[in-house]
């Protein structure tokens, strides 16, 4: 019973063009929705978050959207760079306690 | 000044043997926790301390045992490691009753 599902494994995206990396969870009582990114053969990288009092939080070229109603999330990345080529993760977390991760899509960015 | 730090970063190991896995952090967190990625590449909750006292213990077989001598450091003891214990490990910390948590490089374990 995964509470958290990324249902692309992976996305390939031109070089100058957005990402769109979505993410879709079961419980309404999540309350904090987190992005990282992970290289190979390195920890998961914090990106961004966003509250459940909130549908979006932008930092630079990436954005996160919530959708509470469709439990639903999704991260933008405008324009997208070689250099974003990673596993991207979303995760959710209630105030103190575990994460609890997608099972990742991987994101090539062709230039 | 790496920020959350782990060794070995690799290690290979036979069935049986009993093996540990250290992790620091510098950011001054109170929380850290241990993270096991498996072959399907799900990260999942093993452990988490807050301040050295054990605040999640995420069903996992009691030969793992965390140990956290200060709030700084989370060690992991596995014993008579098994096949299916093949994975990396990540240990992370947070601040206390923050949401977003800060990971290490991970230890990738082999048992043979």
């Known amino acids: 019973d995964q509470q958290v599902k990324q249902n692309s494994p992976s996305l390939s995206v031109q070089e100058g063009r957005i990402s769109i990396l979505n993410c879709d969870y079961t419980n309404s009582m999540f309350d904090y929705f987190l992005w990282y990114k992970k290289y190979p053969a390195e920890g998961p990288t914090f990106l961004i978050s966003?509250?459940?009092?909130?549908d979006k939080n932008e930092d630079g070229r990436f954005t996160v959207f919530l959708n509470k109603s469709a439990k639903h999330l999704s991260l933008h990345i405008v324009p997208s760079q070689p250099g974003d080529s990673a596993v991207y993760f979303c995760?959710?977390?209630?105030?103190?306690?575990?994460?609890?991760f997608g099972q990742g899509t991987e994101l090539s960015v062709k230039p | 000044d790496t920020a959350v730090s782990q060794t070995p970063k690799y290690l290979v190991t036979q069935m049986g043997n009993d093996k540990s896995i250290k992790c620091e952090q510098n950011?001054?967190?109170?929380?850290m926790y241990w993270y096991k990625q498996d072959s399907k590449k799900f990260l999942k909750i093993m452990f988490s301390?807050?301040?050295?006292?054990?605040?999640i213990n995420e069903t996992v077989p009691n030969r793992f045992s965390p140990k956290s001598p200060d709030k700084a450091h989370l060690n992991l003891h596995i014993n008579s490691l098994e096949l299916g214990d093949s994975a990396v490990y990540f240990c992370a910390s947070s601040a206390l009753m923050a949401y977003e948590q800060y990971f290490g490089p991970g230890t990738r374990l082999t048992v043979t």
């Open positions: 966003i509250s459940s009092i909130k």
């Open positions: 995760a959710v977390n209630r105030q103190g306690g575990k994460l609890i």
């Open positions: 950011l001054g967190h109170d929380t």
């Open positions: 301390y807050n301040n050295k006292e054990l605040i």
